[in-house]
């Protein structure tokens, strides 16, 4: 599908700023082209807001916030099941617009919606539960605690999965009796201008916003001093200025950042189901634009051959680069022409430092994907952990492979990167499973199982990973502070 042959009806019909209940143009009068990265060519332009855009959205959303707050709890849930129920009704619509947008296949984009929807009613469902506690001091003094929502939540989002990171980090600042900014990633706006369209009037004006924009509108967003909070998805640079701009008001920040996961593969795993779950933990789907991919691969050395060779026939046949609109497709394209470039990157620093080139490595060479940010998928065997792909985020659908044989050392590889997002283990003996659970360095651990999430387990990482939890009660909890209320009796 090229932008010319759009079905009807998938654009938004704005090109504008949300907030305060109003579309407004950007004041500098700024828009720029966004494209469709399975063509490199336009769709059509989004706005691009500055700092006096910032500006406006905050105070609208700071203006909202008392009568927000003093909402009771079970009636902002019930904004936030109807604006679930918009979000199913136009699933496959969504799908498709992040899809020519991103570059995503619409196939495993139409979960994307629901996954919103499920977590706009999870924390529906959470919203009488932001609850204090009373604690004794004896005769002549009743001491208790409230959860106060903390103002204005600045919110921004990546392009991997625009419409469900945007409509999904809503709900927990919502229920929680907050207001919100949200910034779409400038690669792929389309889809939460879009969300503007369908769920921005459920709210009363001023509760929920939405920008687009550049380094400009984030750092303005991180800058304001009524942004009560500010977080991120992105990468680590990224969430590193976010963060020391918000020092600079003491401003708390949440942050899911990159990961340079790990898969830990012993010797008595299914091999059958390893080689299924190396693909599946790669997130191949969307070109291993994920921060969750577990893009290490730490084989056992008397399982090593066999189980690459096992990757080495699946992968082409699971997953080849296709139009991402194409219900068909099990993997699409790079989000931009800078992305694509970094991987080709990586494969030539793979190659010259020594690492072997099992599968891909280049770009396909079907002409019909000739125009755009189509890969390979690839992966590159004797890895070793000096090596900049053992060591940096590609965010791209490379998979590095290494052998172990002492769990000393494979422990000391794992954990010897700056991230630790997630992790994966194989094995069919429970104690091991335990035991390495214990000792791999990440803040979500499957074992015999990757990349699923599940609304009330908490995910985040930890060291260059990230701060803070999200997809559960913690997340709720995240966007309140705590009151104490001391009451002198008699």
């Known amino acids: 599908m090229r932008a010319h042959e759009i079905p009807e009806g998938i654009l938004p019909a704005q090109r504008s700023l949300y907030y305060g209940g109003a579309w407004h143009a950007p004041r500098s009068g700024e828009y720029a082209d966004t494209i469709n990265p399975a063509y490199d060519e336009p769709i059509t332009q989004a706005p691009v807001a500055g ?63 629901g996954f919103a929807a499920d977590g706009l009613e999870y924390f529906a469902g959470l919203a009488t539960e932001v609850k204090g506690e009373t604690i004794p001091m004896g005769d002549g003094n009743l001491n208790y605690t409230v959860q106060e929502p903390m103002g204005v939540i600045a ?9 469900m990171f945007a409509a999904l980090r809503i709900a927990a600042p919502l229920a929680a009796g907050n207001t919100v900014v949200v910034k779409a990633p400038d690669q792929a706006p389309l889809s939460i201008i879009r969300l503007a369209e369908l769920i921005g009037d459920i709210f009363p004006p001023g509760v929920v916003n939405f920008l687009c924009g550049g380094r400009e509108c984030g750092d303005a967003m991180s800058r304001h001093p009524l942004v009560r ?30 990961g340079k996961n790990a898969l830990i593969a012993y010797p008595d795993a299914d091999l059958d189901k390893l080689a299924q779950g190396i693909i599946g ?33 699946l992968l082409p046949q699971r997953h080849k680069p296709g139009i991402p609109t194409d219900p068909a497709t099990t993997m699409g394209s790079l989000v931009s022409r800078a ?37 390979e998928p690839t992966v590159f065997a004797d890895v070793q952990p000096h090596m900049r792909l053992a060591r940096e985020e590609v965010f791209g659908p490379i ?54 999430h599940f609304l009330g387990a908490p995910f985040g990482g930890v060291k260059q990973s990230g701060i803070g939890r ?3 009660f913690a997340e709720l909890l995240e966007f309140t502070y705590t009151k104490n209320v001391n009451v002198k009796l008699g």
């Open 51 to 113: 700092a006096a855009d910032v500006d406006a959205a905050v105070r609208a959303a700071h203006a909202a916030f008392p009568a927000w707050a003093s909402t009771p709890p079970a009636r902002r849930a019930d904004y936030l099941r109807r604006a679930a129920a918009v979000l199913r009704e136009h699933a496959l619509p969504l799908a498709q617009l992040d899809s020519l947008n991103n570059g995503n296949p619409v196939s495993i984009l139409l979960h994307d919606a």
């Open 155 to 163: 919110r921004i989002v990546a392009y991997n999965h625009p419409l």
């Open 229 to 258: 909070k500010i977080t991120l998805i992105g990468g680590v640079p990224t969430g590193k200025a976010v963060m020391e701009t918000a020092a600079k008001d003491l401003k708390p920040v949440l942050l899911e950042l990159g």
């Open 281 to 313: 933990g790669m997130n191949f789907t969307w070109s291993g634009q994920s921060c969750g991919s577990t893009s290490r691969v730490f084989l056992h050395e008397s399982i090593h051959d066999q189980v690459l060779d096992a990757v080495a026939t």
């Open 339 to 375: 992305q694509l470039q970094k991987v080709e990157g990586f494969v030539a620093s793979a190659l010259e430092e020594g690492a072997r080139l099992v599968c891909g490595g280049k770009r396909p060479a079907d002409p019909a994907l000739a125009r755009g940010f189509f890969f």
């Open 399 to 452: 998979l590095s492979v290494f052998k172990w044989r002492d769990e000393d050392t494979l422990f000391e590889q794992v954990n010897g990167v700056e991230f630790g997002l997630t992790g994966s283990i194989w094995t069919r003996d429970l104690n091991t499973a335990h035991r390495a659970a214990r000792r791999i360095a990440t803040g979500y651990v499957w074992i015999n199982n990757t990349s699923q």
């Open 470 to 472: 999200e997809e559960c």
